[in-house]
């Protein structure tokens, strides 16, 4: 089960440096700045679902 969770939390960590990255491409670029809001707050969901997929690995391989 926590292969599992490291798998996914991978992905998720893997989105989130996308996101990141398509967030400071728009800032360059001197992209609109809602994008650049939307961005930053698909990055900050990204991270906390990371960390917590991150924390029930922990979990279930503890056990």
């Known amino acids: 089960m926590a292969t599992v969770f490291n798998i996914?939390?991978?992905?998720?960590m893997f989105a989130v440096v996308v996101v990141l990255v398509r967030g400071l491409i728009?800032?360059?670029?001197?992209?609109?700045?809602?994008?650049?809001?939307?961005?930053?707050q698909a990055r900050?969901?990204?991270?906390f679902v990371a960390l917590v997929l991150?924390?029930?690995?922990?979990?279930?391989?503890?056990k």
């Open 44 to 47: 900050v969901l990204l991270q």
């Open 8 to 12: 996914v939390a991978v992905v998720f």
């Open 54 to 62: 991150i924390l029930l690995a922990v979990y279930f391989t503890r």
């Open 26 to 40: 728009n800032m360059m670029r001197g992209g609109s700045g809602n994008t650049s809001n939307k961005l930053m």
